[in-house]
């Protein structure tokens, strides 16, 4: 989180700081849970949807459930526990359609 106390450029770095860790610790959890959910090869782009979709809903779940995961690794899990449910709910979609 961004300290709010900082001067507005400061303030601009660490922000752009979190976009940055956001986006890559989604790419990181949606090949990891593309792997885990063993769904073919999945496309840089793909990987980082399903990885930034993820730590939203997963970061809800754990949220629901009463968990929390702090840091890099916390944050980790919880975007790739996210993007697996993520997965196996499309993949429940799109076989009722068959």
Do not use: C
């Not at 709010?4 to 959890?29: C, E, N, Y």
């Not at 090869?41 to 949220?63: A, K, P, Y």
């Amino acid at each position: 989180m961004v300290d709010v106390t900082l001067s507005p450029r400061s303030f601009l770095k660490a922000l752009i700081m979190d976009i940055v860790w956001f986006l890559l610790i989604g790419l990181a959890a949606g090949w990891l849970a593309s792997q885990v959910m063993k769904g073919g090869s999945s496309s840089l782009v793909t990987d980082l949807i399903m990885g930034v979709i993820g730590s939203i809903l997963g970061g809800f779940l754990f949220g629901a459930v009463g968990l929390a995961a702090t840091g890099l690794i916390g944050s980790l899990v919880t975007a790739t526990v996210g993007a697996i449910v993520l997965i196996a709910g499309l993949r429940a979609i799109n076989r009722s359609r068959i």
